[in-house]
């Protein structure tokens, strides 16, 4: 096995791409598409994408290899798209270590920069093969990514704390995205229907582990390696995975408690990671992220072993032990 250095990831060539299908000619939607490619992070969705796409035999090498970088450029503008919405929604000052959008260029200005890479994205999801389920495919991950944070802020405001209502959030916030971006190289590619449900499998539970880490972090973690302060979650009303397993048990009142007055009380936080680690929530959380990266790593038997299968299964397997 020769590893990571003899796939196509997300590259030089990649950036530029990305750069070249964000040119505009209005500053300042070109000044947050400069930003977003200088900001650079793990470029993890379309990573999936484009090892997706070798799971299925193709390379760098090939023809249809711009095609496919094309659809890992859409997957990182629709997340991207997100973010600037995302960043307005949730108030926030920074992204990826860079002044939030909107608090540069203000509110009208991001929300219209989110929109323009989501024209972007159509137009080259257009001249793609498939394009038309492609585009279908894109459409309904955008809704369920909308659902997913309309439905997080109406279960905080009616305080409607189930299972049900998380695991749709966190499948709308992450795993949606993450499922297209693992399936959209077999529509691209005409993979068979088995394949396609194989790598559609490993999105899914690959990105419901990646959110159910995060959140159980959120609470778990300390603020020095978290970098940031940690509890954030409890003070939005947010039950996430260790919290519904506290309402469950023998403290569920207070819990609830400190979740409808947003953990506005001092020591509230401290007192809710106290419970969650005396009442086994984090490890119940711990369990069910390994369960979930398991299944990820089980959808991709199905598929032909090689450099780029075990790669995807070392993102997954890396969520188990993830700390940041």
Partial sequence: MTGLLTLGLPDAAFEARLREVLRSRVEFIELIGDDLVAAGGKRVRPMIALLAAQVLGATPAR???AAVRDLGV????????SLLHDDLIDDADTRRGQQAAFRRFGNVVSVMSGD????????????????????RMFGETASVICEG????????AYQEYALEHYLNVIHGKTAALTQLAAEAPAVLLGATAAQREALATFGLEYGMAFQMQDDLLDLAADEATLGKPVGGDLREGKATYPLLHLLEGPHGDEVRDVLERRASHEGDVARVQALAAQEGAFEATRAEVRRRAWLAVDALRALPAGDARDALERLAVREIERSR
Avoid: K, N
């Avoid at 323009?116 to 585009?135: C, D, I, N, Y």
């Fill in 63 to 65: 023809a249809d290899w």
């Fill in 74 to 81: 859409c997957v990182e503008l629709l997340h991207s798209a």
């Fill in 116 to 135: 323009f890479m989501l024209a972007r994205l159509l137009g080259l999801l257009a001249g793609m093969p498939g394009g038309a389920a492609l585009t």
């Fill in 149 to 156: 944070e309309v439905l997080q802020f109406q279960v905080a």
